[in-house]
């Protein structure tokens, strides 16, 4: 049975509206998008969604207290929240430079949390 | 047995406890609230009216007459915001002008100097803005407009320094008759003993008099709804602009605050709830479309907030301050609706008076009649803010960017007498948060200084008391 | 005692007011092009501006071909800015430009500073519209924040404002702080739309609602906020098409946190203080093609100017404008000559003016439609002749598009007196 989808592209501001024909949900055509990211995000979005996920980890000792955070690549969707569960249990110690990895390997899935912000040591106001 | 306990911390509570004060007597303000002005006292007109409407021979007339008069010399002691920029009593008809001409008579009446009718020319010399339809108005040399809750905050400080104890978060539950005088029991269980108890709950007055009297009162909560603009609307109303009084009260007038904003309204709507004051939307449209008949377009676009108040409202339509007939002891100030920001330092003065007749109490030789507000960093020039940042140079850090408050003076707001506890308290103190930002910048910065300075966590500082927490814990 | 002394006075070539990506970048293309007397002034305690709470992704497509996080986004020029040595001062608020480009500012360090600069460039980036501005009725209990003082408080003050969240207002800040609430474990309950379309980016809808099944609500508003002390609930009602609620729709929706992502406004105040002439319709400085205002010497760029959805954005204006006040500083003069009229749509131009004359290489002209438009053209004429005619599948009020005016223009159309950009039906 032929079937057609319809996606968002979130790899740029433009959001353009891609169309995907599934066909007994073999992906076949795509259509809609404006560049190659297009159709890389739509196959990926219905195979096997991935998002970068952000948050923020407490810092001791810094000269601000919360240090951003992101995974270093994509991870699977559905692991976000086990994710963000174990982002929630961190406390880190100043310095931290933008690029460290702050925790290894998160929710099992081979992917880094890196620091975005440097954080030298200091005492905040 | 503390000689008098005041109850309610409203203009009215705090200038009765600043002129006992002038006595050698035990003097406790109880207030339910978690600060000083929490109830009618921050949202109202903020006006010092002339006094000319009032009734002839009653309270109303009496007492805003000569509260009026006293409020020049009162503000240079307390260092409140003030200005005496006359008003006007627009009428929109020929038909009307009889009734600016029974204003004034009321007003020659009641003793008021200064008043004239003006014909649209002279009205426009005044007030440029004054919309198409004014054919003529009442004026009146000596209205003013103050800051209503400064007032209070000053009387409060003032009378504190001057020995009188506050005790906030503090409902009244109960009150008992005993030898020679009362015990009130408070929410936490307290118990106090005093000779005296003055009635100055606002909209609870009732309540409270019912605790003890059995000639029963009946506030009817009056609200009234407020449009506040920007500064820069500010030239709209140089003058307080009033439209012709009706049964409910003076209408709605267009008026700049004694902080130089332009403020409408209000409405006057009977209530039932004691705590009502939220607004709405047909009240807000009905304040912006009456107020434009006075002073045509408004900048609506410039509207930073609104807010309502409760007026305390009798049905004798007066104010009922004196002691109660069966109570011994007891002294009524209640039904204190408009003009009662106006009477206030009159019946402050008038029930110290009484009191310190019937308890005979000697003067207070250290009684000091000067309050020093918080140093305002916005008004300073560039000099006097160089001596102040050498001296503190928390005065060169800017919190509040719309108002320019600085972290000293809401440092200063914290520490002071009665200081500051909460972000409303703040803001009403320094005016940070008060700008067209709405406090969206300063309110992280304020709940950080709130935190350091009270020693508290930060999730459990509020907005106006337990309750209105801010925060619900941390990330 | 008089201790005039005491002040602070510096002379600097050129000054920048806000050290967010606006300023940021500024100053590092007028270092590049020549000017080395730079200072810059941020009220904050850090250089970054706002991104430093824009602690998510999707910054830097354009600029530098890779997606960042805010922080990071900020971290590269902070990182370039330090490498040049142009000077912050930092907890530094300005209180007064004059006329003739004297700014009188103040630290806890330094107390009250008088420069005086040779040029200036505004980069005070914007704010966001209270509640107030709304007029919503109902109570004045705790628990109402804009999105973006909700967001400072989680990502850079580590405190939750709240565990069940009603957002008004589907502006990107309110989609950002839906995802980043639910991820912190708040329950975002729906984001209410006045509008029948989102004002945010799409992508913001798919990445922060739709993965979460946060409804969106379009056409609905708040009537009423309930709760004494804090937030009890909200009261949504669909809206007509002329945006008054419609009786009879109204849901109760409880709540103890409402964020408010209504519009962002330019923060002009020193502006106005300056005597720069201001757009109504923007509530930014009107500028000419070197985006100078209409006081000579004073520039503005980014949000202060016109607010943006994209930071790459800012950062491509705010690069113009620190090439141009290093021309300025230079002794070249840019003036108003043509106004370039804006009908059928279009809300605004920045620039608002032009000069054929500096017109080197390709202008690009950012506006921002007033509705939705579907298969439209964009179109524009010089001296009432089309010279640009894009085909554009969609135009919406919440994203920026631009055009390109070229010099083959203006050689074209050597004595233009009238330019005017349009969104036609064909």
Known sequence: MKTKKELTCIGCPMGCLVSVELEDGAIGEISGNSCPHGKEYAEKELTYPERTLTSTIPVDGGEIRMVPVKTALDIPKDKIFEAMAQVRKMRLTAPIEAGNTVIKNIAGTGIDIIATRTVNVGVWI | ?475 | MKEKEDYFMLNKELVIIGAGPAGLAAAVRAHEKGVSDILILERDDAPGGILNQCIHNGFGLHTFKEELTGPEYAGRFIDKVRELGIEIKLNTMVLDISRDKLITAVNPDDGILEIRAGAVILAMGCRERPRGALNIPGSRCAGIFTAGTAQRLVNIDGYMPGKEVVILGSGDIGLIMARRMTLEGAKVKAVVELMPYSTGLKRNIVQCLDDYGIPLLLSHTITKIGGKKRLESVTISEVDESRRPIAGTEQTIDCDTLLLSVGLLPENELSRICGVELSPVTGGAIVNESLQTSVPGVFACGNVLHVHDLVDNVSAESYLAGETAAAFLRGESSGREILIKTSGGVRYTVPAYVSPSHVTQPLEVRFRVGEVYKNSFVSVYFDGQRETHLKKRILTPGEMEQVLLRPAHFKKHSDCKEISIRVEAD
């Open chain 2, 1 to 475: 047995m503390t000689d008098v306990v005041i109850i309610g911390a409203g203009v009215i509570g705090c200038a009765i406890a600043r002129e006992l004060s002038r006595y050698r007597l035990d003097v406790i303000v109880l207030e339910k609230e978690a600060d000083v002005a929490e109830g009618t006292s921050k949202a109202n007109s903020g006006i010092v009216h002339a006094g000319y409407d009032a009734t002839p021979g009653s309270l109303k007339a009496k007492f805003n007459a000569r509260g009026s008069a006293m409020f020049p010399n009162l503000v240079k002691e307390l260092e409140v915001p003030y200005k005496r920029n006359g008003s006007l009593v627009v009428s929109f008809s020929e038909e009307n002008v009889p009734r600016l001409e029974e204003l004034l008579e009321n007003g020659k009446q009641n003793g008021i100097e200064g008043l004239e009718i003006l014909h649209r020319e002279q009205a426009l010399e005044k007030c440029p803005r004054l919309s198409e339809k004014v054919v003529a108005a009442l004026y009146a040399k000596t209205a003013a407009i103050v800051c209503p809750y400064e007032l209070t905050l000053a009387y409060a400080e003032n009378a504190f320094n001057n020995g009188v104890r506050f005790r906030l978060n503090s409902p009244v539950l109960g009150i008992n008759r005993i030898e020679n005088g009362y015990k009130l029991t408070l929410s936490s269980g307290d118990t106090l003993e005093t000779r005296i108890i003055v009635n100055a709950a606002g909209l609870y007055a009732d309540a409270i008099n019912n605790m003890v009297s059995a000639r029963t009162l009946e506030i009817i909560p009056r609200k009234g709804e407020y449009c506040l603009f920007d500064h820069a609307a500010e030239e709209l109303a140089p003058l307080t602009i009033f439209q012709t009084p009706t049964a409910m009260g003076k209408g709605v007038l267009v008026t700049t605050t004694a902080d130089g904003n332009l403020l409408v309204g209000p409405t006057a709507v009977d209530v039932g709830g004691r705590d009502e004051t939220d607004t709405s939307r047909e009240g807000l449209e009905y304040v912006l479309k009456t107020a434009a008949l006075s002073v045509g377009t408004l900048p609506e676009r410039q509207i930073i907030t609104s807010f309502a108040g409760l007026r305390a409202h009798l049905e004798t339509d007066d104010f009922e301050i004196g002691e109660a007939p069966d109570a011994e002891g007891f002294i009524n100030v209640a039904g204190i609706e408009s003009p009662g920001l106006s009477s206030a330092p009159a019946i402050g003065e008038w029930v110290a008076e009484l009191l310190a007749r019937k308890l005979s109490a000697e003067p207070n030789p250290s009684f000091d009649p000067i309050r020093r507000g918080i140093p305002k960093f916005r008004e300073m020039d560039s000099e006097e803010r160089t001596l102040f940042i050498n001296k503190n140079p928390s005065y060169g850090r800017v919190v509040c960017r719309c108002e320019t408050v600085t972290e000293a003076e809401i440092i200063d707001a914290i520490r002071r007498p009665l200081g500051a506890t909460t972000l409303d308290g703040i803001k009403r103190r320094t005016r940070a948060g008060m700008g067209r930002c709405q406090s969206g910048f300063c309110t992280t910065r304020v709940l950080e200084i709130l935190e350091r300075e009270l020693k508290i966590p930060r999730e459990t500082v509020t907005k106006f008391g337990k309750g209105s927490e801010l925060l619900t814990g941390r990330r």
